[in-house]
């Protein structure tokens, strides 16, 4: 079966809001258009399908028969992600307030993975304080390079340096002492939420 990792994606997407059904059905319409469905009554009725209720079932049966669930790699999925959100901050279709919502909903997601730490914490101070949105940026494209660089979690991992993304945070940046007040604050409210939520 040709271009499941592409069905896997936006199944991903789907799950955390990312996407809305729609590319999952296109994918399905691709298959049939090709002739790549080979009989498969599953992907004729994805096709078919007008609604995320109706379709979203036949997408977990689709993968699940193909690959498995447990072959699903969240984080994959989410690193080009993370690459697509990156271009278009780049041109200007989002912003750092949208990305906040984006990329603390994966955070949640993932279940807290170190590689998401410095730019899900960064992104949220930005809203905020100014200062941190140099800091941000920075780890936005470091994190950004590695994932379109990278075929596999295993590929991403061997090339991801904490210490690199440690770099980037707002320590090795001047700003007021009003301003770290604010983070003090924001990095008690983190802990806690965090605390809570787990």
């Given at each position: 079966?040709?271009?499941?990792?592409?069905?896997?994606?936006?199944?991903?997407?789907?799950?955390?809001?990312?996407?809305?059904?729609?590319?999952?059905?296109?994918?399905?319409?691709?298959?049939?258009?090709?002739?790549?469905?080979g009989?498969?009554?599953?992907?004729?009725?994805?096709?078919?399908?007008?609604?995320?209720?109706?379709?979203?079932?036949?997408?977990?049966?689709?993968?699940?028969?193909?690959?498995?669930?447990?072959?699903?790699?969240?984080?994959?999925?989410?690193?080009?992600?993370?690459?697509?959100?990156?271009?278009?901050?780049?041109?200007?279709?989002?912003?750092?307030?949208?990305?906040?919502?984006?990329?603390?909903?994966?955070?949640?997601?993932?279940?807290?993975?170190?590689?998401?730490?410095?730019?899900?914490?960064?992104?949220?101070?930005?809203?905020?304080?100014?200062?941190?949105?140099?800091?941000?940026?920075?780890?936005?494209?470091?994190?950004?390079?590695?994932?379109?660089?990278?075929?596999?979690?295993?590929?991403?991992?061997?090339?991801?340096?904490?210490?690199?993304?440690?770099?980037?945070?707002?320590?090795f940046?001047?700003?007021?002492w009003?301003?770290?007040?604010?983070?003090?604050?924001?990095?008690?409210?983190?802990?806690?939420?965090?605390?809570?939520?787990?």
């Amino acid at each position: 079966m040709e271009a499941i990792s592409e069905l896997c994606n936006h199944y991903f997407f789907v799950k955390v809001g990312a996407e809305n059904i729609q590319p999952c059905i296109d994918w399905a319409m691709v298959r049939l258009q090709l002739d790549q469905e080979g009989d498969d009554l599953d992907i004729t009725m994805l096709a078919a399908s007008t609604t995320e209720e109706d379709a979203f079932p036949l997408v977990e049966k689709i993968i699940e028969r193909y690959i498995g669930f447990d072959s699903l790699d969240d984080q994959l999925a989410a690193g080009k992600f993370i690459v697509k959100l990156f271009s278009a901050y780049q041109d200007g279709l989002e912003t750092i307030e949208s990305l906040d919502a984006r990329l603390m909903k994966l955070y949640n997601r993932l279940g807290y993975p170190d590689w998401l730490t410095m730019l899900s914490r960064n992104c949220e101070y930005a809203t905020d304080i100014d200062v941190f949105r140099e800091p941000f940026e920075h780890e936005f494209a470091y994190i950004a390079e590695l994932w379109n660089s990278s075929a596999t979690r295993k590929e991403f991992e061997a090339k991801y340096s904490r210490e690199m993304s440690n770099q980037h945070d707002a320590k090795f940046y001047t700003f007021r002492w009003t301003d770290r007040c604010r983070v003090i604050c924001l990095r008690a409210f983190r802990k806690l939420y965090f605390h809570f939520i787990r």
